[in-house]
């Protein structure tokens, strides 16, 4: 680790640099690290904080020590509780700095800031796409996210937890088509300038999913619900506009919910077991 000292404006003010070393050259950069799971950052929120702004600083001075093109991983959390529906990427949000879901928005926000800077001060080749919640097998079954709730509490024979009266909505975009759309962001010949998003422009209510997931474990019952009051900063509504996606890259998720929800039952069935 390497320390330099700077003054500005008669104030001593300190940097630290890691110099990672690394063999060879690097084309493309995929930068995923943080965790996304509400109950997970908000266990680790200062560290939350850290890796969406210092980690991606390493990340794009790395990047621009090799000329490599990065795909950073923002997310739809950087609206907060929106009041435009659906979201573009031209809306500027509604989240609040100083709550416990503020260490992930606002590090994700601040993370953006940087790719900003570095797209134009640097010339770093640094594209942002802004996934919406994201779904399928091999997710952790404990990671607080509705899906996963839904489907181990069905599975276990366990009433629905749901907050406020269900009305949220979520869009849920398969993890196959994610994958796809950040693939054909990362090939796209020219930076768009522009973070874009990737989601499901379909929206449900909680309670829809709880009714599909119930449909699809138990047939023929009806479910059983647990209330339990909003969290707080929670946001109402989530919906991508992915006009942008569709005219870049010609992308759109193909796979319903229905047929990615059954697939996510299947491998939940067997690890259960």
Same mark, same amino acid.
């Given at each position: 680790?390497?320390?330099?000292?700077?003054?500005?404006?008669?104030?001593?003010?300190?940097?630290?640099?890691?110099?990672?070393?690394?063999?060879?050259?690097?084309?493309?950069?995929?930068?995923?690290?943080?965790?996304?799971?509400?109950?997970?950052?908000?266990?680790?929120?200062?560290?939350?904080?850290?890796?969406?702004?210092?980690?991606?600083?390493?990340?794009?001075?790395?990047?621009?020590?090799?000329?490599?093109?990065?795909?950073?991983?923002?997310?739809?959390?950087?609206?907060?509780?929106?009041?435009?529906?659906?979201?573009?990427?031209t809306y500027r949000g509604n989240v609040n700095p100083y709550g416990p879901r503020a260490?992930?928005?606002?590090?994700?926000?601040?993370?953006?800031?940087?790719?900003?800077?570095?797209?134009?001060?640097?010339?770093?080749?640094?594209?942002?796409?802004?996934?919406?919640?994201?779904?399928?097998?091999?997710?952790?079954?404990?990671?607080?996210?509705?899906?996963?709730?839904?489907?181990?509490?069905?599975?276990?024979?366990?009433?629905?937890?749901?907050?406020?009266?269900?009305?949220?909505?979520?869009?849920?975009?398969?993890?196959d088509d994610l994958i796809h759309g950040i693939v054909m962001m990362a090939g796209l010949?020219?930076?768009?300038?522009?973070?874009?998003?990737?989601?499901? %422009? *379909? #929206?449900?209510?909680?309670?829809?999913?709880?009714? $599909?997931?119930? &449909?699809?474990?138990?047939?023929?019952? @009806? +479910?059983?619900?647990?209330?339990?009051?909003? %969290? *707080? #900063?929670?946001?109402?509504?989530?919906?991508?506009? $992915?006009?942008? &996606?569709?005219?870049?890259?010609?992308? @759109? +998720?193909?796979?319903?919910?229905?047929?990615?929800?059954?697939?996510?039952?299947?491998?939940?069935?067997?690890?259960?077991?």
């Amino acid at each position: 680790m390497r320390r330099r000292h700077h003054r500005v404006h008669g104030r001593s003010w300190e940097v630290e640099k890691f110099n990672v070393k690394c063999p060879g050259k690097f084309d493309l950069i995929y930068n995923f690290a943080c965790p996304a799971s509400p109950p997970r950052y908000q266990e680790l929120p200062v560290e939350t904080v850290l890796t969406s702004t210092v980690g991606l600083a390493n990340i794009l001075h790395l990047a621009r020590t090799h000329s490599s093109t990065v795909v950073h991983a923002s997310t739809s959390e950087i609206y907060g509780d929106p009041i435009v529906s659906p979201q573009p990427e031209t809306y500027r949000g509604n989240v609040n700095p100083y709550g416990p879901r503020a260490c992930y928005d606002e590090g994700k926000r601040a993370a953006e800031a940087l790719c900003y800077d570095y797209l134009h001060k640097y010339g770093v080749d640094v594209r942002v796409v802004r996934i919406f919640n994201t779904y399928g097998p091999h997710m952790d079954a404990e990671d607080g996210r509705v899906i996963t709730n839904f489907i181990m509490q069905a599975l276990k024979g366990e009433p629905f937890t749901i907050y406020g009266h269900g009305q949220q909505t979520r869009s849920f975009c398969y993890v196959d088509d994610l994958i796809h759309g950040i693939v054909m962001m990362a090939g796209l010949k020219k930076n768009p300038g522009t973070p874009i998003n990737l989601g499901n %422009p *379909k #929206d449900f209510t909680i309670k829809d999913l709880v009714e $599909i997931i119930n &449909a699809l474990i138990k047939p023929g019952t @009806s +479910p059983r619900l647990h209330s339990c009051p909003m %969290p *707080k #900063d929670d946001p109402s509504q989530r919906k991508p506009d $992915i006009t942008l &996606a569709k005219q870049l890259f010609d992308w @759109s +998720p193909k796979t319903s919910l229905a047929e990615g929800l059954s697939k996510t039952i299947e491998y939940f069935r067997d690890f259960s077991i």
